[in-house]
């Protein structure tokens, strides 16, 4: 079984409809990040939590909200979607760094498009 | 603010070939570099972790490099494979942040 899975994995939605992609991890890890993919962009972080009651807003967290419902998960909403929000989601999670080590382990994406 | 820019966009090579894949990074003040592999529809898998202390780190027939003075990371892929066909991504974590920073990605195709 996968470490990290998001739901959906595909997901086709209208403007102005509210959406939630959801992310579970069974690595036991206490960071979770939502981060979205756009050609020629690269990824950009979008939120990112350190544990429970910690939440943080990334690069790019204008017209998203998120939710830690508990350590293994970690939900991306968008309120109202819009066109320029289609893009590839990806959820990740990683430790904290020790000694210069912190990797991040991803989830498969969830490629949402917005019509 | 740390930016992270990966040339070429994509490269295209033949089976057999040793390739490198160059990264480079504005600010040097840097905690770790990752380079990351991404297959179409499925997420990234990370490679290889340079920390800040290290010059390089290798894992079978790949190779990371870290020149912080300079800026710059590469990926030496040795006797390529078609199964090394995907994009890699590299990411800088600077120091006292709390997030990578991803470059645009190289896709890389071998072609048999």
């Known amino acids: 079984d996968a470490d990290v899975t998001q739901t959906p994995r595909n997901r086709i939605t209208k403007t102005g409809k509210r959406i939630m992609l959801e992310c579970s991890q069974t690595?036991?890890?206490?960071?979770m990040y939502w981060y979205r993919q756009d050609p020629g962009l690269g990824l950009r972080l979008i939120y990112y939590?350190?544990?429970?009651?910690?939440?943080n807003k990334g690069e790019i967290s204008d017209g998203y909200s998120v939710s830690r419902q508990a350590q293994a998960k970690f939900s991306l909403s968008l309120e109202s979607a819009i066109p320029n929000q289609t893009a590839l989601y990806f959820c990740?999670?990683?430790?904290?760094?020790?000694?210069?080590?912190?990797?991040?382990?991803f989830g498969p994406g969830t490629r949402l498009l917005v019509l | 603010k740390q930016e992270v820019t990966q040339i070429p966009a994509a490269l295209s090579v033949p089976e057999g070939e040793n390739l490198v894949l160059n990264c480079s990074f504005t600010?040097?003040?840097?905690?770790?570099l990752q380079w990351f592999r991404q297959d179409p529809g499925k997420g990234l898998t990370s490679l290889l972790l340079?920390?800040?202390?290290?010059r390089e780190q290798t894992s079978g027939r790949l190779n990371a490099s870290l020149d912080k003075s300079s800026g710059r990371s590469t990926l030496y892929i040795a006797a390529s494979q078609p199964g090394d066909s995907a994009t890699y991504l590299c990411?800088?974590?600077?120091?006292?942040?709390?997030?990578?920073?991803f470059g645009q990605g190289t896709r890389l195709t071998i072609n048999p």
């Open positions: 990411a800088v974590r600077t120091q006292g942040a709390q997030k990578l920073v």
């Open positions: 340079i920390q800040s202390s290290q």
């Open positions: 990740a999670t990683s430790d904290p760094p020790t000694s210069g080590q912190e990797t991040q382990y």
């Open positions: 939590s350190f544990d429970v009651k910690d939440i």
């Open positions: 600010d040097s003040a840097i905690y770790n």
């Open positions: 690595k036991g890890h206490d960071r």
